[in-house]
T-cell receptor, first 113, second 114 residues
Framework: GDSVTQMEGPVTLSEEAFLTINCTYT??????LFWYVQYPGEGLQLLLK?????DKGSNKGFEATYRKETTSFHLEKGSVQVSDSAVYFC????????????FGTGTKLQVIP | DAGVTQSPTHLIKTRGQHVTLRCSPI?????VSWYQQVLGQGPQFIFQ???????GRGNFPDRFSARQFPNYSSELNVNALLLGDSALYLC?????????????FGPGTRLTVL
């Protein structure tokens, strides 16, 4: 079945540092790729997505590129802020008659001033 | 516009009991999915319903069941509760079944089984 390997956390960074959270997946077919974020005390929400190879999803300064050849979708941000502290989930969505969304275990990011 | 709503917010049950969780999707969304999120883990897919029909089921026992109503709201039922069923149960709605459709999540129902 589909699976996701996501960078283990927690990740602690100083404000304005560069962020990379690695994500690789195993999936049959051609999934759409998502990053969801869960801020403290809030529900899960979409951060960004990419639906075909070499697409770059971006939002709030975060970026991720759909790399089909390496089955990866690494999340990056050039300069993190304290408000970026949250848990980040990589989630490929495959077809099969329904939205087969497989979530990673999540990477907790803590940004310190 | 209202987002996805879930009720109740919290629930405490004892082993062997039954529980019903409720979800109302965003207006216009015809698909509802249910997920179980154990503390420290990512959400695990339980069911997806579309136009009142079950379209997908995850690797959960038959104690878990669900249904979708004509107004697209949904219920998740869990029978014979086990301690291991303690988790945050998330409902998500989307426009349809296409893989590129974003799923919009509700705040969840926190279930504690004693």
């Amino acid at each position: 079945g589909d699976s996701v390997t996501q960078m283990e956390g927690p990740v602690t960074l100083s404000e304005e540092a560069f962020l990379t959270i690695n994500c690789t997946y195993t999936a049959t077919g051609y999934p759409s790729l998502f990053w969801y974020v869960q801020y403290p005390g809030e529900g899960l929400q979409l951060l960004l997505k990419a639906t075909k190879a070499d697409d770059k999803g971006s939002n709030k300064g975060f970026e991720a590129t759909y790399r089909k050849e390496t089955t990866s979708f690494h999340l990056e941000k050039g300069s993190v802020q304290v408000s970026d502290s949250a848990v980040y989930f990589c989630a490929p969505a495959n077809s099969g008659g329904y939205q087969k969304v497989t979530f990673g275990t999540g990477t907790k990011l803590q940004v310190i001033p | 516009d209202a987002g996805v709503t879930q009720s109740p917010t919290h629930l405490i049950k004892t082993r062997g009991q039954h529980v019903t969780l409720r979800c109302s999707p965003i207006s216009g969304h015809k698909s509802v999915s249910w997920y179980q999120q154990v503390l420290g883990q990512g959400p695990q897919f339980i069911f997806q319903y579309y136009e009142k029909e079950e379209r997908g089921r995850g690797n959960f026992p038959d104690r878990f069941s669900a249904r979708q109503f004509p107004n697209y709201s949904s219920e998740l039922n869990v029978n014979a509760l086990l301690l291991g069923d303690s988790a945050l149960y998330l409902c998500a709605s989307s426009l349809g079944l296409a893989t590129y459709n974003e799923q919009f999540f509700g705040p969840g129902t926190r279930l504690t089984v004693l």
